[in-house]
């Protein structure tokens, strides 16, 4: 994307911004002008989910609600009506507006969590045979890939409700992988290479190290406070057995080990974590997720040496 359009976006989002602090609202104006993959403008099931947020349904409701007209649909034989990625997507967006919770507070996210759950054990009355595009969560998967495309855009550093996005669908990702609802833990390893193997560049025109640290640093925390105990036992050498087939579990610069999730790699996690709660420039929010993401992964530790 060309800088000047970049800017363009900035300042129609900044313009926005400054007429509303609901930063939810601001997270809708920023998908849009940006272009991330978001519902579609005439969604079914964007305005149910929002509801169901909002406590005017429970997950019971909201999922006759979604998964009724699905049913009549795959009943019907006309599969290929159904926009399995505008659910998706319309769940994926919805978790970007929804701060993701640290310590002990209540998940912010458990609701899309049960709903989710939900949809991964509903049976199709009378027609068990389809059951599997519920079990298997079809298109799930590749609508997580293609959000994930969506990370802040630096100019002139990084816009706060964007950060807060990217931060809160990591932590998303992560429950779902803790909740063994699909197994994202791949996003895992691009978040916490990209903040902590991958030093800030003093080269980047739109972005201090720290305004960089800012940014990337709260989606790998996300993964520490999300899904850390099972990060911390997760032993997997992902080294791809075709070199044509890529490395999506490489390392940053500072990571030449194993590709994939070793101890030694959670070793480099967590002296990272610690650097750069100390790293000068840095947010004090950045600052109180890096040490609360230390002080996580020694709970995760010291819980797995007392099991």
């Keep these: ?26 997270i809708d104006a ?15 099931y964007y305005p149910i989910i929002q509801d169901y947020l909002n406590e005017k349904m429970d997950t019971t409701q909201a999922a ?49 969590l049960d709903l989710l759950q939900a949809f991964k054990s509903h049976s199709i009355p009378n027609n068990a045979t389809y059951n599997y595009l519920y079990n298997e ?17 630096s100019h002139n550093g990084f816009i706060t409700a964007e950060r807060t996005a990217w931060a809160n669908l990591n932590f998303f990702y992560a429950r779902i992988t803790q909740k063994k609802i699909q197994d994202l833990s791949i996003y895992a390893i691009f978040a916490l290479r990209e903040a902590l193997e991958t030093p800030p560049s003093d080269s980047d025109a739109e972005a201090t190290p720290a305004q ?20 911390f036992r997760k032993e997997q050498d992902l080294t791809p057995s075709d070199p044509k087939q890529g490395n999506p579990a490489r390392g940053g610069a500072l990571w030449t080990g194993t590709p994939g999730f070793t ?5 480099l996690w967590k002296e990272r974590f610690a650097a750069l709660a100390d790293m000068q420039g840095v947010q004090e929010r950045t600052r ?6 230390v002080e996580a992964m020694e709970r995760s530790e010291t819980y797995e040496y007392m099991r």
């Excluded at 994307?1 to 601001?26: F, H, L, V, Y």
Aim: charged share 25%; proline share 4%.
């Design 1 to 26: 994307m060309s800088p000047t359009r970049i800017a363009k976006q900035n300042q129609a989002i900044e313009d926005i911004i400054a007429t509303t602090q609901d930063e939810g609202k601001q």
């Design 30 to 44: 920023i998908a849009k002008i940006r272009g991330w993959f978001r519902p579609e403008e005439d969604s079914i």
């Design 64 to 112: 006759s609600k979604l998964f009724g007209p699905i049913d009549e649909k795959i009943n019907a034989a006309k599969l290929d009506d159904v926009n399995f990625m505008d659910l998706w997507y319309s769940i994926i967006h919805s978790t970007k507006r929804l701060k993701f919770c640290m310590g002990d507070h209540v998940c912010s996210h458990a609701k899309l």
């Design 137 to 153: 969560m079809t298109d799930f998967t590749m609508a997580c890939r293609s959000a994930y495309n969506d990370s802040p855009v």
């Design 212 to 231: 960089q640290c800012d940014a990337n640093l709260p989606a790998a925390a996300a993964w520490i406070i999300g899904y850390g105990q099972d990060l």
């Design 263 to 267: 101890k030694a790699r959670w070793e």
């Design 288 to 293: 109180v997720l890096a040490r609360d993401a």
